[in-house]
């Protein structure tokens, strides 16, 4: 029993999880894209339709990481070359990406799609419990937690993540020590699109494998606040989205298991415990200005 | 930004306006609630849309709008497709229902149609169709296939029309086997792949093999088809998600519906009715039955042709779940308490959510 459910909360987690390390990284160096919904659900159709054309699940996870590099590029040029304001831009995007995603996917609706294979890791996938739990899953869950260490570790030990986060922190500063603030942003962006793509494609792919109109229902703006939750922190991040999507989760079992609680009640138990983190978060106050970049959702302009 | 502005527009009015500018006879025009491509509710309107054309080719000219949300903003998409010379606005939401009403007093000489609802005027008519027929015939379904004796049913909204769904079944399925149980999951949502997906998990690990729902996506079926269990579809065929886990599937055929009401505009003779019409006129449609034993479908489809014949499943002897008698023997309820039900049958664990 709980081992189908914690199988069932990676599965609702990993989109999470992996759309929200990209922001992650993007907010560092200083940038707010709202636009994470919009790149997820093109990532989901591009990758669907790619798969579903070749026939192969590794190139529409290629496809989708593509779609949304492409969509994060065209947020990064209207707000760092023509500095447009982050917060309408971002919402542009959303929109443009559910109206596109729409129209590409047409074609596509009512299509069975193709399903990631599960990756057995020998021996290991074995084991009673820890084998389903732990090592049989699809490879964009491993992918995931691979991201997270990569993320982690070079934001807070390589010479790479400490230019970002000077980025981040005071891009005047960063800009007068020789750094190319519009480069590193730039980069940044383009990898939290891609992110923000292969988690749209493990939707179409791997959790639910099908193409419909607006499948990330939403999930593009938890994302963002998970990252808010995490108070920048990767780890946390994780944290975040597991907890997440153990408490969907288990609202569902507990409504099959006929416990007597409303299931209104369940289902907002997600964003009750969201806002109760943000307060707890918020109260040390100190901790809280530590880690928010400074400069995020400024525009850059050099003077010079 | 500004061109980023007017790709997003030229993209939404690609993508939600489907007209042809053409002189035709009659202009139909539909609002939406989902998108076309949901492959549930919205898509199967669409369908009948489509039908519409198909039927009529150049005398009719059709047109939708599509995702509108309940509310303020559905007024201005049908006052708009009302200014733009619609000869009939067919709004297909419930929560459509007072902003039709608002629009069809200003244009009087515009025929609305509302679908589900219950508010009439000269020009403004009802439609609905009745899909609790095809949910008792999945509940016999279910309680002959089930080995666990539990199905999951995975619901969306407690709105009379679900809760409906979910009685019928539940008879239909202690109509075979009196202690059959039923586990209802409430989502709070119509569609939300992830989610339906997850509820369906969550009922399979607790012992349903049987899966049934009252959400819009194909994700429930999808998930049945992966663990070995079973299911049905939902509004539309989803056969080819669940090539072996699909016994039938209860299918809304607007078709037949839109085009009778077209061709009355066209003829003139267009008069406001409410319309709740089931197996009987085609508007409920059982997909085939596949993956059953042979007495099985048999018995399926002598419940649809008793169904057919005119027999109404909410018939009682009928107890509701606090175990006053809701339809005496070989009584029938009459449509207003089948609209507004909001009590479950006996037998039901769940508590109905208020």
């Not at chain 1, 989205?241 to 569902?252: E, I, M, Q, T």
């Not at chain 2, 507004?340 to 959510?353: C, E, F, R, S």
Request: glycine fraction near 10%.
């Amino acid at each position: 029993m709980f081992e189908a459910v914690l199988l069932t909360v990676i599965t609702a987690a990993t989109p999470l999880l992996i759309a929200a390390v990209g922001e992650l990284v993007v907010e560092r160096s200083g940038v707010l894209n709202l636009g994470v919904e919009g790149m997820m659900i093109m990532g989901a159709v591009i990758g669907f339709a790619v798969a579903n054309q070749t026939g192969s699940g590794s190139l529409g996870v290629i496809a989708a990481i593509a779609a949304g590099m492409a969509m994060s590029a065209l947020f990064a040029v209207l707000v760092l070359f023509l500095v447009a304001n982050q917060v309408a831009t971002g919402l542009a995007l959303t929109i443009l990406g559910i109206g596109l995603s729409g129209m590409i996917g047409e074609a596509f609706i009512g299509v069975p799609g193709l399903d990631l294979p599960q990756l057995y890791i020998p021996v290991l996938s074995e084991l009673p419990f820890f084998g389903p739990v732990f090592f049989q899953q699809d490879a964009l869950v491993y992918l995931s937690f691979v991201l997270v260490a990569v993320v982690a570790y070079g934001l807070f030990r390589t010479r790479i993540g400490l230019v970002l986060r000077a980025v981040g922190d005071n891009h005047g500063s960063a800009h007068a020590l020789g750094y190319s603030v519009v480069r590193v942003r730039f980069a940044a962006i383009l990898f939290g699109g891609a992110c923000a793509g292969l988690a749209g494609a493990y939707l179409s792919l791997a959790y639910t494998p099908q193409w419909v109109e607006n499948m990330t229902a939403g999930r593009g703006w938890i994302a963002l606040a998970l990252v808010v939750f995490a108070s920048w922190l990767p780890l946390r991040v994780v944290i975040g989205a597991y907890l997440f999507g153990a408490v969907s989760v288990l609202n569902l079992h507990a409504q099959a298991l006929e416990f007597d609680i409303p299931s209104q009640l369940l289902s907002s138990l997600p964003y009750l415990a969201t806002i109760l983190v943000l307060v707890l978060i918020s109260a040390n106050r100190r901790l809280t200005l530590v880690n928010t970049p400074a400069c995020l959702g400024k525009p850059f302009v050099p003077d010079r | 930004m500004k061109s980023l502005l007017k790709t997003t527009v030229a993209a939404f009015a690609l993508a939600t306006l489907g007209t042809a500018a053409n002189a035709a006879d009659v202009k139909a025009c539909f609002v939406y609630v989902g998108p076309v491509g949901d492959f549930g509710w919205t898509y199967q309107h669409d369908q009948g849309r489509l039908a519409v054309e198909e039927k009529f080719g150049d005398k009719v000219e059709t047109a939708y709008l599509e995702s509108v949300p309940e509310g303020p903003d559905a007024e201005r998409a049908i006052e708009r497709f009302a200014r733009e010379g619609c000869n009939v606005i067919f709004t297909t939401s419930f929560g459509y229902m007072n902003p039709t009403i608002k629009v069809a007093k200003k244009f009087p000489d515009v025929k609305f149609e509302h679908a589900t609802g219950y508010k009439t005027a000269d020009n403004v008519a009802t439609y609905n169709s009745k899909f609790h027929q095809g949910r008792y015939i999945i509940g016999q379904i279910a309680a002959k296939q089930s080995k666990t004796g539990t199905a999951g049913y995975i619901a969306s909204f407690p709105i009379p029309e679900v809760v409906a769904g979910i009685n019928a079944f539940l008879l239909g399925a202690q109509s075979v086997n009196p202690d059959f149980k039923v586990k209802v999951v409430w989502v709070n949502t119509w569609f939300d792949p992830g989610k339906e997906a997850d509820a369906a998990k969550a009922l399979i690990d607790q012992g349903a093999d049987i899966i049934t729902q009252h959400t819009d996506s194909t994700a429930p079926l999808q998930v049945a088809q992966e663990r070995g269990v079973h299911g049905f579809g939902q509004a539309s065929d989803m056969i080819n998600f669940a090539k072996d886990a699909q016994y039938t599937a209860i299918i809304d055929d607007w078709a037949p519906y839109y085009i009778e009401r077209v061709q009355e505009v066209l003829d003139g003779n267009w008069h406001t009715h409410s319309s709740w019409e089931g197996l009987a006129e085609g508007h409920v449609v059982m997909a085939p039955y596949t993956n059953l034993p042979a007495d099985v479908v048999e018995m399926a489809q002598a419940t649809e042709a008793k169904i057919k014949d005119g027999w109404e499943p909410f018939t009682g002897p009928i107890t509701k779940q606090d175990g006053s008698v809701a339809a005496e023997d070989g009584v029938r309820l009459d449509d207003g308490a089948i609209l507004g039900m909001n009590w479950y049958v006996q037998g039901i664990d769940d508590k109905l959510p208020e």
